[in-house]
């Protein structure tokens, strides 16, 4: 069935794609490890493998498409450990880890073609990024200000502070 539906493959790889896409343009707008090119070839790995599982479950009909779920969510899982390190008593990366979980979570569901589940997560994970990033702002310009001590600002990838968020 999946096999020689041409159009089927390209809507939920391109949605895959889009959406991982989306993820990475936030993490990257905010000068973070693992931007665009990163989340969008993690969506469309996971959506690919996701959809070759399935095709090889109608021709096998003993396999089992879930084992290629969790082996993607080990690999992902080792890949975002990678991103976390500790310096200072700071943990860095830790939202763009599991931004790069999500952008897996959103290939495998566009692969099964879950089209609800894709977007419904997708938009809540995007509203998680962005809204929760403006509160978490918010909360560290009023700490400052009852503080009146300047925070140590970590270099980003680029070797260079972020720009000073005030």
Known sequence: MLANDLSTTLIRLGLATLLGLALGYERERNGHD??????????????????????????????????????????????????????????????TAASLWMAAAVGITAGAGQYVLVLAGSFIALLLLTVMLAVEKRMKRSERQDNEEEPVRMPNRRGSAPPDQS
């Open 34 to 95: 693992a931007g665009l090119r990163t989340h969008g070839l993690v969506s469309l790995s996971s959506a690919m493998l996701t959809l070759s599982a399935l095709e090889l479950a109608e021709v096998y009909t003993d396999s089992d498409p879930v084992r290629v779920v969790q082996g993607l969510a080990q690999a992902i899982g080792f890949i975002a450990g990678g991103l976390i390190f500790v310096r200072g008593g700071d943990v860095r990366n830790m939202t």
